[in-house]
């Protein structure tokens, strides 16, 4: 009796010990599987599709190293891509028998860009501008005196660089001012390579409002300093560029001697140099006369230039002008009355670790010239010519897709020569965000100053006179090749507008960092 005992109890162990066996290997199992397919979601969570990189793929600019897609299904499904700072993140899911292989790319050769408007700061300190999506490398600003849209009397106008090169920061800032409805001219500016941002109040010399250096690049967007302010809501507006790119502010004193000029110091080749200047005096200083220019390089064949000068204190209120090349990437006018040619520079070659420019016309005393180098991207220097209507125009041979567009323009017909009447417009766009402005102090004989300027924050550019528009485009759209614009307010004058355009590099690479088998 008691062995029968002993042997139900055996096998009751036996069918315990068993089962919580099979317990055991099921869960293990069923954990096995979860870890396996959980891995497969999170790989497949990290990713989101994204087309652009999809038409690379699937246009096979990887070369030889395609064969790698040629038995994975290119679409949303097989082919999950997102973008981050360093490029392009590609997950292909390559279906072959009995398992998934997932591989992780980068793809290098992207450039981020964001064009927006913050309100300064109302306090000294640091202001954080947050929202733009990546960490940038180079900054734009430019601004007018103005807390709201539309035209203003009395002009601030202004453009400023920042970059974090190297481990310490770059930037410059040039402001101009004029005043209106005075019965002398009355005209100013400041310049600084340690601001990047500087408004003034009318009058020449003018006086110091708000001014703010540059600090830092954040994940998000930057942080910039208020050294001196005021309580107006000013708006700034700026255009952020991240991504696979090297950038680099700086500036170098174009010299009085004729010939090729070379600017070292750069660190690197460009591909890209952007200009900015205004005429010669000392750094952080209020200066009576305005002068101030913009000029784009890609090559010797693509360049422009636009210029602005004007008297201080003259009674006849003539002593204003404006020029506008396609074949120059600096022009500056004299301190005359009226102002003349001071210099006229063309730009020559890209080098090791800068650029050199050509001088025709040298200036007739050295002047600061401020700059932002890129290297990175595909760029294109162009111009064209306003409709005389309200169209829908189309901008070709631009060579590849935009990501960032910016326009200047001195208002004007065509012409290389000084003239009158014209005035200075400056705009950018990307596919998403697009703001102008414009400002114009016309030269206005025997009568009292018209000085002028305008805002917007949904056009991408403003032309005008006095304070009436004569043309406002918007940014409709953005192809392989061109770039549409609407047109509004056009008077029948074919201005001519030179324009920036860049994109991702043409000829990216990528390496594989991450592969993973799931059975």
């Known amino acids: 009796m008691k062995q029968n005992g002993f042997a139900l109890v055996s096998v009751i162990i036996a069918f315990i010990i068993i089962s919580l066996m099979g317990a055991f290997l099921t869960n293990l199992i069923s954990r096995g599987s979860f870890k396996a397919q959980q891995k497969m979601k999170n790989v497949k969570a990290i990713y989101a599709s994204h087309a652009v990189a999809e038409t690379v793929l699937k246009k096979k600019i990887f070369g030889s190293y395609s064969t790698l897609f040629d038995n994975c299904r290119v679409n949303s499904t097989y082919l999950n891509i997102t973008s981050n700072v360093y490029g392009l993140s590609i997950t292909s899911n390559c279906e072959n028998v009995s398992y998934k292989k997932y591989m992780k790319l980068n793809l290098y050769g992207q450039v981020m860009t964001r064009v927006g408007s913050f309100i300064k700061s109302n306090t000294t300190g640091n202001q954080i501008v947050t929202g733009i999506g990546f960490q940038p490398k180079a900054l734009i600003f430019y601004w007018t005196r103005q807390t709201a849209t539309g035209f203003s009397a009395d002009v601030n106008a202004g453009f400023g660089l920042a970059t974090y090169y190297n481990n310490s920061v770059q930037q410059s800032a040039v402001s101009v001012t004029m005043r209106n409805n005075a019965n002398k001219s009355d005209q100013g500016r400041r310049f600084s390579v340690s601001n990047c941002i500087i408004f003034l109040d009318r009058g020449g010399p003018p006086t110091l409002r708000a001014r703010a250096e540059f600090v830092s690049f954040n994940s998000d967007g930057f942080t910039i300093n208020w050294l001196t302010n005021v ?218 100053s018209d000085a002028n300027m305008y805002y917007s924050n949904n056009r991408t550019l403003t032309l005008a006179f006095s304070t009436s528009l004569t043309g406002q485009a918007n940014l409709t759209g953005i192809f392989d090749d061109q770039f549409v614009l609407n047109w509004t307010n056009c008077d029948g004058t074919q201005r001519q507008i030179i324009y920036w355009a860049m994109g991702d590099s043409l000829t990216p690479s990528f390496k594989i960092i991450e592969e993973y088998e799931l059975f």
């Open 231 to 448: 309580t107006d809501s000013y708006i700034v507006n700026y255009i952020a560029i991240g991504g696979d790119i090297i950038a680099r502010a700086g500036n170098f004193n174009l010299t009085t001697a004729t010939g090729t000029q070379t600017v070292t110091g750069v660190g690197f080749q460009p591909d890209f140099v952007l200009f900015n200047w205004s005429h010669a005096g000392s750094f952080d200083t209020n200066i009576a006369r305005s002068s101030f220019g913009i000029g784009y390089a890609k090559s010797a064949s693509e360049q422009g230039a636009l210029t602005q000068a004007g008297s201080d204190n003259e009674g006849n209120n003539d002593d204003k002008r404006w020029q506008q090349r396609t074949n120059s990437c600096i022009l500056i006018l004299t301190t005359a009355n009226p102002p003349a040619q001071d210099a006229i520079v063309a730009f020559d070659t890209f080098n090791t670790n800068g650029f050199s420019i050509n001088k025709t016309d040298p200036p007739s005393t050295t002047i600061p010239i401020f700059y932002l180098a890129i290297k990175g991207g595909t760029h294109k220097v162009g111009f064209f010519n306003q409709p005389n209507t309200n169209i829908s125009q189309t901008i070709s041979g631009v060579g590849f897709k935009s990501k960032l567009l910016k326009f200047i323009s001195f208002n004007l017909l065509a012409n290389p020569n000084i003239l009158s009447n014209g005035g200075v417009s400056i705009g950018s766009a990307t596919s998403v965000n697009q703001t102008s402005i414009w400002y114009q102090d016309r030269a206005n004989e025997d009568e009292r």
